[in-house]
């Protein structure tokens, strides 16, 4: 009876074993990281054990024959039809390690980041073939000659329009050491976006005297840029005595951070040479509260004594206006400005008794229309 008892275990056992038999699992010669480590993996048979040490599947409360009874059948093995290299569906070649196993959900995120990496974005601008007809599409359907007018008149309503404009960005009295002072600074135009007639005019006096100096500009102005015009044209001296004509030529424009940049040079009939820069800021307190620094200079290639001016830079004015706009064409303002003469100008203006340099009070209006 034991023989039979015997011989039906040992049916039992070896299904199990032969299922394992081509599966080799070297045994690692020092302790690494088990790369399963977190994964349920069954126990196999011990194939070492000998027929007496047969181990019993107790786990699997496998229960044994009854004495003429056949054995039951072995349970089915949980890696039955499954190949330990399959990755993806797919076996793994020979030679690879279990440890490189991997599966497409591990390694999702790099397959996306590969495609995300491999997709261009779309370029801005229309594309290169828009440019490639004719300039204008219309004539392709009526000829070039039947829309010759229409374009004209939407230049003109689109930007082609004439302006014209008054602005008295200065006008002033001046309260400091010497006598009180007046001053007026004017910008007036006409003409349109590229070309205009452009008329500038400046001077100052005395409330107690005549009038010290005066200028009057007609100028061309021609657009450069969206934000800057060339300026040439003539330039005439009122006061001081004698009267005299220049050629100028210039720069006025808007700068990057908004300065505003006016720059001229100055050829007089007498070959007397000037230049001059003014340039100012206008920063916004609030809505209606601006406060705008401004610098003038003037500078002089030789020295002209009959108008009191010496050679190299002849003169220097800083100063600050803080001006409250009612409306945006009207704003009241004022300030303080420094006024310096320098090198021989200040020396002309010592000698004929006057200060070289002073600290004046403003008070005024800028207004345009």
Do not use: C
Not at 96 to 106: K, N
Not at 130 to 139: E, L, M, R, V, Y
């Amino acid at each position: 009876m034991k023989p039979l008892i015997f011989a039906a275990t040992m049916l039992a056992t070896t299904p199990a074993l032969a299922q394992h038999g081509g599966h080799t699992m070297p045994m690692p010669q020092e302790p690494q990281a088990n790369p399963h480590a977190g994964h349920a993996m069954p126990m196999e048979a011990d194939t070492s054990a000998t027929e007496e040490e047969t181990p019993q599947p107790d786990d699997m409360d496998m229960p044994m024959p009854a004495e003429g009874e056949e054995a039951p059948p072995a349970p089915d093995d949980p890696h039955a039809g499954h190949q330990m290299g399959a990755v993806g569906g797919e076996p793994m070649q020979d030679g690879h390690d279990m440890g490189s196993m991997t599966r497409e959900g591990q390694h999702g995120d790099q397959q996306m980041e590969g495609m995300g990496a491999s997709m261009s974005l779309p370029n801005s601008g229309p594309p290169p073939e828009a440019f490639s007809g004719p300039a204008h599409a219309a004539d392709t359907i009526f000829g070039p000659a039947a829309l010759v007018d229409a374009r004209e008149s939407l230049r003109a309503e689109q930007g082609g329009f004439t302006t014209r404009g008054f602005f008295l960005d200065r006008f002033e009295t001046q309260i400091g050491e010497g006598a009180d002072s007046y001053l007026w600074d004017l910008d007036a135009w006409y003409g349109g976006d590229i070309d205009k007639l452009w008329i500038k005019s400046e001077g100052e006096g005395a409330f107690s005297g005549d009038l010290e100096d005066a200028e009057i500009q007609a100028l061309w102005s021609h657009a450069i840029g969206p934000f800057f015009d060339f300026q040439t044209g003539l330039r005439y001296d009122i006061r001081p005595e004698p009267d005299r004509a220049h050629l100028a030529v210039g720069v006025l424009g808007l700068a990057p951070y908004f300065f505003e940049i006016d720059t001229a040079a100055f050829l007089s009939d007498q070959g007397d040479f000037t230049a001059r820069i003014e340039a100012e800021y206008d920063q916004r307190i609030t809505q209606r509260f601006i406060i705008q620094p401004r610098i003038e200079a003037n500078f002089a290639a030789q020295d002209i004594p009959e108008i009191g001016m010496g050679a190299g830079f002849s003169s220097f004015d800083a100063g600050v206006r803080l001006r409250y706009e009612f409306v945006p064409e009207f704003g009241p303002y004022i300030g303080v400005e420094w006024q310096q003469q320098l090198g021989d100008t200040a020396d002309f203006t010592r000698a004929d008794g006057g200060d070289s340099g002073r600290v004046v009070a403003l008070a005024g209006v800028r207004f345009w229309f």
